[in-house]
């Protein structure tokens, strides 16, 4: 008996229609908040090394907080501990939309992104082993090298007005939020101090309170919601596990999906996940990213430091790991799985268009210089390890653009075709074609 052959999997394809808004908002903000995210890390750069290099390092240092409950904080972990909560609360709900509804949802269409970026923090993880089991380092820092940050690699795109076809914007977007998942799980299970269990237990019994407000008594109000949220953020970092843990749970608590006015409630036109993640994340781009840029990236760049970077195995590895590593990662792992399964390249792209893709991924910024503040202890090693992430990032994303502006034509023909919308009926044309239609329509029989 025969069987009709199995629809390809496309790479970079057109993404389906009804995820091309969500698509569309995310990148906007990320990409704003990403140039705002430039803008903060070249002050902290200035700063730090200008005159007034004291001055920043006492803003920075300052204490202040409550000593009893083990909030006296200094600027930058209020800002590291503190802010960055609402980027990991983003980024919580995100996995969730996407596990739920999105890209994720779906074997065949998540298979590429998430073997891309399970591979993209793995071979940058070995190559950080390889370089410090050679020159004698520690290997605390093994996953500094392990995180993209969407929002640095979009800010980049924005500087040099690449218009990258949706499709590769879906594919970094769906490898940054797996990415994201592989930081969360290994900040939580690496870089959890000794623990205090009745905090644990007391933060924990807040988002089984957070659970039953919003899923069971469908409670709506910020005045309900924000004073709980900082009880169960407070109790998780006295417990000892990373604070930011506490917003990635409160992110996936949150309901991704419409009510359809059953039960003796109305229809909604968007879920609470959606509404809220449209509030949060401009602050989270915007604002609380950018504020940890500027107390994490204020680091010396002379010329005796600079060369102290480069012959500091540590911090050597998380250049190399950056650099090279994620590109290895992310092209290799994604060749591999196309060449092995039905993958094929979408129309009009090439396997070049991917190594810009995995060179931006090197981009590490945000959580990088996270996790190399949780690894080491010391403040030379730290410091050097800030260095290593800054050069690390610079190196990607200067090569990842000349990679991208080689091929930026294509890119913006394949954009205005993705966006002409001819009658004016606010669908692009690209999606009621015959081919484009049966694209969609053989995405959604696939979930």
């Known amino acids: 008996m025969s069987h009709a052959p199995r629809q390809r999997t496309s790479l970079f394809g057109l993404p389906p229609f009804h995820e091309r808004r969500f698509l569309l908002d995310a990148l906007r903000t990320e990409t704003v908040g990403g140039m705002v995210l430039l803008a903060a890390a070249l002050v902290a750069l200035v700063w730090a090394n200008s005159p007034w290099g004291d001055l920043y390092e006492s803003v920075r240092d300052f204490h202040f907080g409550i000593p009893e409950l083990h909030l006296d904080l200094s600027v930058g972990h209020w800002a590291s501990d503190g802010l960055l909560t609402l980027f990991f609360f983003v980024a919580g709900i995100e996995l969730k939309r996407e596990l739920l509804l999105g890209e994720l949802r779906r074997p065949a269409a998540a298979a590429l992104p998430v073997v891309a970026a399970v591979c993209g923090m793995v071979v940058p993880a070995l190559f950080y082993v390889a370089v410090n089991a050679a020159g004698g380092g520690r290997m605390d820092g093994w996953a500094v090298p392990m995180a993209t940050d969407i929002a640095f690699a979009l800010g980049v795109l924005a500087v040099i007005g690449t218009n990258l076809p949706s499709g590769i914007r879906a594919f970094l977007l769906t490898l940054a939020i797996v990415d994201d998942l592989g930081a969360i799980i290994v900040i939580a299970v690496f870089y959890t101090s000794a623990l205090d269990f009745p905090a644990l237990a007391g933060a924990l ?55 359809k006015g059953s039960g003796g409630y109305p229809t909604e ?96 910024f945000t959580v990088s210089l996270l996790v190399g503040e949780l690894a080491f202890t010391d403040a030379e090693t730290v410091e050097h390890v800030k260095a290593a992430v800054l050069i690390g990032s610079l190196a990607s994303a200067l090569v990842a653009c000349v990679f991208l502006r080689v091929r930026n034509a294509k890119y913006r023909r394949l954009w205005e075709e993705e966006n002409r919308d001819e009658d004016h009926d606010n669908i692009p044309d690209v999606y009621q074609r015959p081919a484009g239609a049966a694209r969609e329509d053989a995405t959604d029989r696939e979930g």
């Open 205 to 259: 019994a807040g988002l089984v309170l957070f659970w039953f407000l919003h899923q069971r008594l469908r409670v709506r109000g910020w005045y309900v919601y924000v004073p709980l949220g900082v009880v169960i953020w407070a109790l998780m970092h006295i417990s000892g596990v990373h604070a930011t843990i506490a917003g990635v749970a409160m992110g996936m608590v949150l309901r991704v999906v419409p009510l």
């Open 269 to 364: 036109k968007e879920s609470p996940a959606e509404r809220i993640e449209h509030l949060v994340r401009p602050l989270s781009a915007g604002f609380a990213v950018p504020v940890f840029a500027l107390f994490s990236a204020g680091v010396s760049v002379s010329g005796g430091a600079l060369a102290e970077t480069f012959r500091q195995p540590e911090a050597l590895g998380v250049m190399v790991g950056l650099f090279a590593g994620k590109f290895v990662g992310i092209f290799g792992g994604t060749w591999l799985a196309a060449r092995f399964t039905r993958a094929e390249l979408g129309e009009d792209l090439a396997w070049a268009d991917l190594a810009g893709v995995a060179m931006l991924a090197g981009i590490g």
